[in-house]
């Protein structure tokens, strides 16, 4: 069976793996990226890495995740906010260079999106739409198993969807940009002002006191239901997908505002787009298979 | 040269073409639909009009735009409320036992989409999403010379997209869907609300009326190029695509709206998105020219 190598590049680990193409993971190194350190000895550890790697050099290709927008034509990052020295460094050709294989590098999004929609909760659908609610929310379009990564790697930014024009500036992103109104970080605000900043940790909690049947609890998670609904919304108008594929730590919560986000949302989506599903992401690993399959997806046999 | 047959099948008029690969229509017919008389009678039309065209048997394949979302799989149409009697009937399949030779459907905003993609201002492009801004607002997702129909052929129903949740319903759209708010019919409905019903028969008179600098008119036009801005920043966000061009009846005010939404817009996405540009749709028969694209980008050489 053929086998790939992912490589999940973060600011604080780097991990390798070798991933055979049913998507299991048959060994997996990891190593701190010592970002402080520069460039080179990044690149260095990750080779390092890859050769520690028995059989190595049987795989196909080389994949690789990396936090932030991608050129993954010149297979550069576009923006490193969180791998400093990384914004425009040829790193895919670097690798390429060494193992003399074909080696892509994507958003981390993008290719744990791809890995759902090759191997996880997407299997065998057209569209997959891949959202992660976490500390953030990001997305990833793909089509046919290939990651539509967008013209400047920006595609699933929908962290900056506008989801309502009438709210508070928070940061940089849009006023009522989906992230801030929605994320767990949004949730965690919003818990802290209406029970005190010692009451609640994180968006965990809120979700406990709404379990507990506390109204204000309740209301905080019907209004992330409803603010997620339009999101999803929009995303189902632009390119109707097939399934969503719903992942990162939010979702721990599910049961206290995926169903009310799921009614609202159908109640927002024309009757002949009613076949979408939704579906919970279901890889331990998506990130690393994901990068693993980008050599799978665009090596021709 | 290759030639390909474009069909353009509306409510009203049957329009046939052929064109070449450089998208110049060597000869085009029209007739009228008379949906009434059935689908049988409509289908020997079309056969009719293409075996009236000189060496139609010469063309490598057929494609057709049809008003609504299509199964391009099935090549069916999925709803037909402009064409009753073709939901669910097996277009391509009538006009390719005919002729044998390869036949596509896709919907009529798709079509236009994809001939500016392949042929118009969105040549040479690799994510090109086509927008109309007439009576409704469509929209059509084209990557690398390929439509991107959906699950359910409505990718690109972007009319429902919901730009502001706090505004009164006005039909079966979602409340606040931006074309209840900044399409031909929405600011037709607006200005006549303002101005009086019989001061504005249609869009262009609030455009005058702006052109005059009346304040009014002014600040229709303003919410209209945010209220567009906003649309334009969540396809933005789900697709990143490297151009959007522009098209439809709308676009004859631009001067009084475009130049305040293309501000509005760039302020809305990231730093890193900023190359995409506008364009402005530039085909004289987009539909039909599109139409006869469909078999140039899936019959294989």
Request: with cysteine; glycine share 12%.
């Amino acid at each position: 069976m053929k086998t790939y190598i992912g490589v999940d590049l973060g600011g604080t680990n780097v991990r390798v793996a070798k991933v055979d193409e049913e998507g299991n993971v048959l060994q997996i190194v990891k190593d701190s990226t010592e970002i402080g350190k520069g460039t080179e000895h990044v690149i260095a550890k990750i080779i390092s890495l890859i050769e520690s790697i028995d059989g190595y050099d049987d795989c196909v290709g080389i994949g690789m995740g990396v936090p932030g927008p991608v050129d993954t034509v010149n297979g550069k990052m576009v923006l490193a906010t969180n791998l400093p020295g990384f914004e425009g460094y040829p790193i895919a050709k670097r690798i390429e260079d060494h193992f003399h294989k074909p080696t892509f590098v994507d958003n981390d999004v993008n290719v744990a999106g791809m890995g759902e929609a090759v191997l996880g909760a997407g299997k065998g659908k057209g569209i997959v739409y891949y959202v992660t609610i976490s500390t953030g929310i990001g997305g990833a379009l793909v089509v046919d198993q290939h990651v539509v990564a967008g013209k400047n790697g920006h595609a699933g930014e929908i962290a900056n969807i506008i989801i309502d024009r009438n709210r508070e500036k928070v940061n940089y992103l849009n006023v009522g940009a989906v992230e801030n109104e929605a994320s767990g970080t949004a949730m965690t605000r919003k818990g802290k002002a209406v029970f005190g900043i010692d009451a609640i940790a994180h968006a965990g909690d809120v979700f406990d006191l709404a379990r507990k049947g506390n109204a204000e609890a309740l209301k905080l998670c019907d209004d992330m239901a409803y603010d997620l609904a339009i999101m999803f919304s929009v995303i189902a108008h632009v390119v109707d997908p097939e399934v969503f594929v719903v992942g990162g730590g939010v979702m721990k919560g599910k049961d206290v505002f995926f169903e009310k986000m799921e009614n609202y949302f159908r109640n927002m989506i024309h009757k002949g787009m009613q076949t979408v599903e939704f579906k919970e992401a279901e890889l331990e690993e998506p990130g690393i298979i994901g990068a693993a399959m980008l050599p799978k997806a665009y090596v021709k046999d």
